[in-house]
């Protein structure tokens, strides 16, 4: 799929975008553009739909709750890098890391559209990463400058942003149902949408 996008579309975000509280960085990321710079002189471009903020030490969804190790030292380095990991031994996830140095959080990029150079579904963060080639070799990278990049795109507004528990953090306790769970509710690129709400018999409907 390729589509016509405007320069300032395509204008990298700043570092100081990531500055901002975590949720605030999840909630406006969506409708951001993430592009890769391919050897060849391609883009792959994706708008992205669906996001996870994951706030701190204190958030016991967040591998940062566990403390600074060599796995999550990311978390805790400058804002606008990469934090890359696998989960289930298959599927790797891309995060941005938030906040100032040393405050270990992050938001997952957990679902996207795509816009030029790819096809599919990318729903889900470890679909994402498949179609953009995005492996642990990423891990660390500059988003603001680079290969690897988030751009202007078209950020969703405020009022359209819908909301809900973080996927698959039923262990994290008390943040298990956190609300840090941002998606653009009219894309059909999110992961996963509410269920509709069972129709009622006339009996059960009072």
């Known amino acids: ?5 405007s320069r300032q579309a395509l204008t990298p975000l700043a570092r100081a975008f990531y500055l901002q509280p975590t949720a605030d960085v999840a909630r406006q990321l969506l409708g951001r553009y993430l592009c890769r710079d391919l050897p060849d002189g391609s883009h792959l471009i994706a708008r992205l739909v669906e996001t996870e903020a994951y ?8 591998h940062s709750s566990h403390g600074r190790t060599p796995r999550t030292a990311p978390m805790f380095e400058e ?29 997952l990029l957990r679902g996207a559209e795509p816009l ?14 498949r179609a953009l080639g995005l492996d642990r070799t990423w891990n660390r990278a ?9 751009t202007q795109g078209e950020p969703v507004p ?16 008390p943040w298990a149902n956190a609300p840090l769970r941002f998606y653009d509710p009219t894309s059909k690129h999110v992961s996963r949408l509410p ?4 129709r009622l018999g006339p009996e059960e409907s009072m």
């Open 1 to 5: 799929m390729t589509v016509s996008l």
């Open 116 to 129: 030029v150079g790819l096809a599919g579904r990318l729903d889900g963060p470890g679909r994402l990463c």
């Open 142 to 150: 500059d988003l603001t400058s680079g290969p690897l990049l988030v």
């Open 55 to 62: 706030v701190g030490p204190e958030d016991l969804a967040s």
């Open 79 to 107: 804002a606008g890098h990469a934090y890359v990991y696998l989960v289930y031994g298959m599927h790797w996830c891309l995060n941005i890391v938030t906040e100032e140095f040393g405050h270990g959080s992050a938001v």
């Open 195 to 198: 269920r509709p709400a069972a």
């Open 158 to 173: 405020e009022a359209a942003i819908a909301t809900s528990p973080r996927v698959g953090v039923g262990y994290a306790g």
